[in-house]
């Protein structure tokens, strides 16, 4: 079975300064997609990026970057020039690839991100 | 263009009592997901509907809880002599098919049980 573990329960960032956050996930699968969320206060869950584990090339969103590593199993969030509204907190989720039944994601017990003005 | 809707946002019921969860997804849309999110916790899959069909049920418990997605109108999650430990964030998520990796979230309903 797949697990998605995200070490850091809290971190704190400086307003305009960059943070990382960290996830590493276990399978034993060769196709998958990776995916930050981020959960504000009002609950909602936003899709903050997106890997697919066949592309080598590091998704980009914007200030939102993510250093995937296959081998080693680990996909880190970077956001870069922190705001205020990027207090959150984020959830790291695994998706398997393999058409079948299986759609559904697998999260990380999620890191709360403060943003210090 | 609306979002996933969920209701009610919140919901209070007393211990025995039957809680009904609505999940209308995207326009378009014909996959549903339903996740719980237990108190500091991260969301767990509870179970994957295509209309009139339960595609995926591992994560539902096995007792007291049932979801279906009729051919019109939301999928319900439906928990039956709700107790304390089902009170928790319930989240709808909706895609467009099997391929697509993408999943909407709706807002949630808050289940507070009493």
């Known amino acids: 079975a797949q697990t998605v573990t995200q070490s850091q329960p809290e971190m704190s960032v400086q307003e305009a300064e960059t943070v990382t956050l960290s996830c590493t996930y276990d399978?034993?699968?060769?196709?998958?997609?990776l995916f930050w969320y981020k959960q504000p206060p009002s609950r909602q869950m936003i899709l903050v990026i997106r890997?697919?584990?066949?592309?080598?090339q590091n998704a980009t969103e914007n200030r939102f970057s993510v250093n995937f590593q296959k081998a080693a199993k680990s996909f880190s969030l970077k956001i870069s020039d922190s705001q205020l509204g990027d207090a959150a907190m984020y959830f790291c989720?695994?998706?398997?690839?393999?058409?079948?039944?299986?759609?559904?994601?697998?999260f990380g017990t999620g890191t709360l991100l403060a943003v210090q003005p | 263009n609306a979002g996933v809707m969920q209701n009610p946002r919140h919901l209070v019921r007393r211990r025995g009592q039957e809680a009904r969860l609505r999940c209308s997804p995207m326009?378009?849309?014909?996959?549903v997901y339903w996740y719980r999110q237990l108190p500091e916790e991260g969301l767990k899959f509870m179970v994957y509907?295509?209309?009139?069909?339960?595609?995926?049920e591992s994560g539902m418990p096995k007792e007291r809880f049932s979801a279906e997605f009729p051919k019109e109108g939301p999928s319900i999650l439906r928990i039956q002599q709700v107790v304390r430990g089902d009170s928790a964030a319930y989240f709808c998520?909706?895609?467009?098919?099997?391929?697509?990796?993408?999943?909407?979230f709706g807002p949630g309903t808050r289940l507070t049980v009493t």
């Open positions: 998520a909706s895609s467009a098919g099997l391929l697509s990796y993408e999943q909407y």
């Open positions: 890997q697919e584990a066949y592309k080598q």
């Open positions: 399978t034993s699968e060769s196709d998958y997609y």
């Open positions: 509907l295509q209309k009139e069909n339960i595609i995926d």
């Open positions: 989720a695994y998706r398997s690839a393999d058409g079948g039944a299986t759609n559904k994601l697998i």
């Open positions: 326009k378009g849309h014909s996959h």
